[in-house]
């Protein structure tokens, strides 16, 4: 199992690539960050309001997916597989 500190370190400095499996038991592979240099403009949000969501749902994590260009969320419990890639 992952450490859910390090998860969100990583993702607030680089892309991560995260192997989970989704609440309807498909397995699904997302490219994902917190990092501000890689969000999109209309995505970039207040730092604080990121670590309160997180601080305040610790089995949750939301980022943005960097393919699909859009906020996804995946269950800590949920994580097979993590790697950081930094390649958007």
Request: aromatic share 10%; charged share 30%; hydrophobic share 30%.
């Amino acid at each position: 199992m992952y450490n859910r500190d390090n998860v969100l370190s990583d993702l607030r400095s680089h892309i991560v690539e995260v192997t989970f499996t989704k609440v309807d038991g498909s397995e699904r592979v997302m490219r994902c960050t917190l990092a501000p240099q890689y969000l999109p403009e209309s995505y970039k949000q207040d730092e604080e309001k990121e670590r309160t969501f997180h601080r305040e749902n610790e089995n949750v994590i939301s980022a943005c997916d960097v393919q699909k260009g859009g906020w996804r969320s995946f269950r800590m419990d949920s994580v097979q597989y993590l790697q950081i890639i930094d390649v958007a």
